[in-house]
């Protein structure tokens, strides 16, 4: 990550459109805080980019590492118009990176109900919990699913991916 992401990540964290998806959920955070908590707990993250322009995608973070119970929570968000399968490929990219270099045996995510459909189609995806009625946006309350990723049921999606032609489902990498 470079300063130039940062600045990006930042302007996202503060858009209208974007900032209640961010993890600050739509609060405003001073440039200075934003910097600081953007590492905080994290354990990796990655910056998706365009291959062609460098334009940022989106990001990609591990976070909140457990080494005891090997497993660690996943998050990623989409911070400039362009092709979703950009950021499927990266979100991906970056589960296979997490899982090759660290001791993890699942990884967590919390998806709110409304973008549930997008988690649950993925087959390599399980669903752990619901929390009804979890947070408050746009003057209403929604409900939270938290889904897992584990270790051997995305081994196995990469084995069935391993015979096929494509790379990634919607993959826009050849």
Request: proline content about 4%; some cysteine.
């Amino acid at each position: 990550m470079v300063p130039a992401d940062v600045d990006v990540l930042y302007m996202a964290a503060l858009d209208p459109e974007l900032s209640y998806r961010w993890r600050f959920r739509g609060h405003d955070i001073s440039r200075s805080d934003f910097e600081q908590q953007l590492h905080q707990g994290v354990m990796s993250q990655f910056i998706v980019e365009d291959r062609r322009s460098g334009l940022a995608h989106g990001i990609v973070v591990a976070y909140e590492y457990d080494p005891n119970a090997k497993h660690a929570m996943l998050a990623f968000q989409r911070i400039s118009p362009g092709t979703p399968g950009a950021m499927v490929d990266g979100m991906f990219l970056f589960l296979n990176y997490v899982f090759s270099r660290f001791d993890l045996r699942k990884i967590f995510l919390e998806v709110p109900a409304y973008n549930s459909h997008l988690i649950a189609k993925l087959a390599f995806c399980r669903l752990e919990s619901e929390q009804k009625d979890h947070f408050f946006f746009a003057g209403e309350f929604h409900s939270q699913s938290t889904y897992s990723i584990s270790r051997a049921d995305w081994r196995s999606f990469c084995d069935g991916l391993a015979g096929s032609t494509s790379s990634w489902p919607g993959s826009t990498v050849g």
